[in-house]
């Protein structure tokens, strides 16, 4: 019964099949595309004015997809590998991920907590007992050391374990309970109410260390999976650079990438300038180790993010870029990341910092030599100081250009060790524009390397 039951109802399903008539369909696919219709982009007025940079700006870079495919790409994507194409670094390599990264929190470079700026530091996840009742606590930021925790030991930063910095000391006056620690974090759901949900526990026995703000979670043999797991789903740690200071507190909200409307706050501007509102952002210089942007390139990018509409929640960089009501078209040299004039402070460092600063610089800087560090630390590092290379000869020498060693290098000239600076990665050799090398040698040669 159940059988002749089954084969009617294949039959049925293959006479339902074949009912479409072979001879009139065939080929054509009753599909009516419905693809969204961009709005068209808006008219915006062309520049009249007469800056040249202003000029030139706007011939290279008319739409927000030029900025990405003549300046992002060249300096970001040029190698495979090394750039924004990959996951430690926001991927900037096709023009969909560079819109993505509008209003996109500042990606943080995994593996060096020194290497995130405050202002990209995000509100972090919380933490609370679950049996004594107290109120959540901001975590500052965590570390698993791995390895079993020593019986009765008390521990100290570096002891196998689960270690915890929070915001605030816990109201918790024993050094040392057993207890289930509780890991919030807020999230928005689908009517936009912010709902606070508890993502992770951890059982064990727990140290209340230093100012009661240390917590220390003892993990033995059959606990390491759990503790794993719980670090494997990712807190989110209030102070990642660990100094102290949180960042989403002292400004409210996190720093974008690109801030829409706020070129400023833009970290990724703040990466190419090495600061951000008159403080240092830790961190190498970008681009790493291709030439800098061009007072027009900064022009581009800095009027490309005004122009963002902070409100909007999709952004169409096929648009042009309105470089008539954009601030920066009024002085575009205040912009260049090279400075201006002749002076060690004006002009020498900052070339020095945006063209040599990737290489030159960081934990292990290229020869030994860090050109990244405040004016003092730099010229002192310089200015009567022995090369490396040439030990006879000073890195500057005031007043003389061939026994600066620095200047050689700059040069090319047939006495150096190693290649021409600075070294481009791409193809091996490269030089200053004439312009800048001009600028060292007037400061070297005329101005006697002096310190303003
Ligand atoms: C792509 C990486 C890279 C860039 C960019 C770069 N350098 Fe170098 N630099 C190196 C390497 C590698 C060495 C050592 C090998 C060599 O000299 O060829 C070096 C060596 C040097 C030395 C010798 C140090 C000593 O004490 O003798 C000087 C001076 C120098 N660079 C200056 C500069 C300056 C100035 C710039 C920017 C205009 C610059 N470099 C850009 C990688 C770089």
């Known amino acids: 019964m159940k059988r002749s039951l089954l084969v009617s109802t294949l039959a049925a399903l293959s006479l339902a099949c074949g009912s479409s008539n072979p001879t009139t369909d065939e080929g054509t696919i009753p599909f009516e595309p419905k693809r ?12 009249t004015g007469s800056d040249a940079d202003v ?7 008319p739409t927000g997809l030029d900025v990405h495919r003549k300046l992002v790409m060249r300096t970001c994507s040029g190698t495979n590998g090394v750039c924004h194409n ?54 500052g930021w965590f570390e698993l050391v791995m390895g079993e925790t020593p019986e ?28 289930t620690g509780t890991f919030i974090r807020n999230f928005v759901d689908d009517q936009g109410n912010v709902q606070a949900l508890s993502f992770a526990s951890y059982k064990t026995r727990w140290w209340i260390l230093d100012d009661r703000r240390h917590l220390f979670a003892e993990v033995s043999e059959y606990q390491r999976d759990t503790v794993e797991s719980l670090v494997a789903t990712g807190i989110v740690q209030g102070d990642q650079n660990r100094n102290g200071v949180f960042g989403a507190r002292i400004v409210g909200n996190t720093v974008p990438l690109i801030n829409p409307g706020r070129p400023e706050e833009s970290y990724l501007v703040a990466r190419l300038r090495g600061y951000m509102g008159g403080q240092p952002v830790p961190g190498t210089r970008m681009p790493l180790a291709n030439q800098p942007p061009n007072v027009q390139d900064m022009l581009a990018l800095m009027c490309l993010i005004q122009g963002l509409d902070p409100q909007a929640t ?26 201006t004039g002749d002076t060690w402070r004006g002009r020498v460092l900052p070339l020095l910092q945006s063209n040599c600063g990737g290489c030159h610089g960081g934990d292990s800087p290229q020869a030994g030599l860090n050109l990244l560090g405040t004016s003092d630390e730099v010229y002192s590092r310089l200015v009567l100081k022995p090369s490396l290379q040439n030990p006879a000869l000073n890195l500057i020498q005031p007043g003389s250009l061939d026994k600066s060693y620095l200047y050689l290098k700059l040069t090319g000239d047939g006495s150096i060790t190693g290649s021409r600076m600075p070294i ?18 007037n400061w070297i040669f005329v101005a006697g390397a002096a310190k303003n």
């Open 36 to 47: 969204p219709t961009p709005d068209a982009p808006a008219q915006v007025a062309a520049y």
């Open 424 to 441: 481009n990665p791409l193809n091996g050799n490269a030089a200053l524009p004439d312009a800048d090398r001009q600028s060292i040698e």
């Open 86 to 139: 990959q996951k430690e670094y926001p991927d900037l390599h096709t023009a969909a991920t560079f819109t993505a990264a509008i209003g996109a929190p500042c990606n943080v470079q995994s593996g060096s907590p020194e290497g995130v700026f405050d202002r990209c530091e995000r509100l972090g996840d919380r933490f609370r007992f679950t049996e004594p009742s107290f109120r959540e606590i901001e975590i």
């Open 55 to 61: 000029l030139a700006a706007q011939k290279t870079y």
């Open 314 to 339: 999709q952004w169409n960089l096929s648009s042009a870029i309105d470089y008539n009501k954009c601030t920066y078209s009024a002085d575009p040299s205040a912009l260049s990341l090279a400075g």
């Open 152 to 179: 009765n030991v008390r521990p100290d930063a570096a002891t196998p374990g689960l270690h915890l910095y929070l915001h605030d000391p816990v109201p918790v006056t024993q050094e040392r309970i057993g207890a």
